[in-house]
């Protein structure tokens, strides 16, 4: 493994510092101050737009998004992305300023390998040009949806039509005013064998049937304007070119979708766990108790370097594993995969609650970006399948292959 960035790369993540440093970093307290005032609730915040201009203009866009889909991005390998995603992690909301953010991500990948000429024209290109937002549709209340074998909502033909009931939950974005698109993945074929029992399709937002039961809170916020909130969809009724690949085969797209989203939630967790770390070292330089700088505690050093140690491993792993998912595909990489979604938030949820408690009371309140991403990554490590279920697959892998002679 080559641990240099190319010349490519090194060039990006220059030209993406200074847009942050320039334009995202001064814009945090504004945005923040815009979100917390509950009048504007689900409403975006309009600097987001002035923003996302600047950037595509710059080509900081779709930086995410190889070039094996088309020309809409700097056409960049998942390991070439990692460094990106770091820095957009800094601060969580920016990866929307470069058309990066999930879910997204994930549905403008969906779209781009598995949807039709027509699905692509209508839903892949405003996704792309960043004018519209999406979501997806899995996590059901009434079944345990880590096993997505589960899910329980309805896809059934009707004429040239499908009809889709159900409930879902804990779906994020849906609440964005801009949010046009969902797909929804449910079950088609109840009479297939269990991985080809489900589909996944297109339904736009406006479709008649589509009721939010209530929002749904994480660790009190509304996060908005994207939120989480639970559906109950009632008939609602697509036309059936909405199907994406085909009936039965939605497995084959939700593995598709989530490999490389891991790697992108995985090096944001590490900026976060980064920055974390250095507004850490700031304040213990800074303050002091019973008459020595808290950076003179040896507790308060241990800290820093244990946190220093523990983000270069998770970094290293998730380069490797990047690395790993471009040489060999998904497949292949699919240990180095489970892993890192379990090391990565673990490990920004352990750095950023040293960070809190070295702040103090400051450390809990808003006044740091810090409180924030202990909850994020608390809430990932559970979101996009469940630490123990990742643990699971892992354990299963490795017993087999050390089994194998
Ligand atoms: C903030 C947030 C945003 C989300 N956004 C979306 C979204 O946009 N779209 C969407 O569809 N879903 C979304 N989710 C849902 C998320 O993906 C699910 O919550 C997750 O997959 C777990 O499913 P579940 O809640 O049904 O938990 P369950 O399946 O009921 O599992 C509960 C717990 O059981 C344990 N468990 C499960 N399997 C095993 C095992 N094999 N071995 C040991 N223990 C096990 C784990 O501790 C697990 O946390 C979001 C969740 C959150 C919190």
């Not at 027509?118 to 880590?146: F, H, N």
Request: a neutral charge; glycine letters at 8%.
């Amino acid at each position: 493994m080559d641990f240099d960035h190319s010349e490519k790369v090194k060039k990006l993540i220059a030209q993406l510092n200074r847009f942050m440093d320039a334009h995202v970093y001064p814009a945090e307290q504004a945005r923040y101050d815009w979100i917390a005032d509950h009048k504007n609730l689900w409403k975006y915040w309009p600097g987001v737009d002035d923003l996302k201009a600047k950037a595509r203009a710059e080509g900081l866009w779709n930086l995410f998004l190889p070039h094996e889909y088309g020309d809409y991005s700097p056409g960049l390998t998942n390991l070439e992305y990692a460094p990106l995603a770091e820095i957009m992690g800094r601060v969580p909301w920016s990866s929307e300023i470069f058309n990066c953010a999930a879910p997204d991500t994930g549905n403008i990948e969906v779209l781009a390998k598995f949807g039709s000429e027509a699905q692509k024209k209508q839903w892949l290109a405003p996704l792309l040009a960043g004018d519209i937002r999406s979501a997806y549709l899995m996590t059901e209340p009434q079944v345990a949806s880590s096993d997505a074998t589960n899910l329980e909502t309805s896809i059934k033909a009707d004429g040239d039509d499908y009809v889709i009931n159900g409930r879902k939950w804990w779906i994020s974005g849906i609440m964005d005013p801009r949010c046009k698109l969902l797909l929804l993945m449910g079950k088609s074929n109840p009479e297939n064998s269990r991985h080809t029992q489900h589909s996944t399709i297109i339904i736009p937002r406006e479709t008649p049937g589509i009721h939010i039961v209530r929002n749904q809170t994480v660790f009190g916020s509304m996060n908005s304007p994207g939120g989480e909130a639970e559906l109950r969809l009632e008939n609602v009724r697509v036309p059936k070119s909405n199907m994406i690949l085909g009936a039965g085969r939605g497995f084959e797209i939700a593995q598709g979708r989530l490999g490389p989203g891991r790697i992108h939630h995985c090096m944001r967790s590490i900026g976060q766990a980064q920055r974390a770390l250095e507004i850490m070292a700031k304040r213990v330089e800074s303050r002091v108790a019973f008459g020595k700088k808290l950076s003179d505690q040896s507790s308060i050093r241990q800290d820093v370097a244990r946190s220093w140690c523990e983000i270069e491993q998770a970094r290293l792993l998730t380069l490797k594993a990047a690395d790993a998912m471009d040489k060999y595909g998904n497949k292949v990489a699919r240990d180095l995969i489970a892993a890192i979604k379990v090391i990565a938030p673990q490990m920004a949820q352990t750095v950023t609650d040293r960070a809190i408690q070295s702040h103090g009371g400051m450390g809990v309140s808003a006044d740091t970006p810090i409180a924030g991403f202990f909850t994020l990554n608390r809430m990932l490590r559970i979101a996009d399948g469940p630490d123990e279920v990742h643990m699971s697959q892992l354990g299963k892998l490795k017993i087999k292959e050390f089994n194998a002679g």
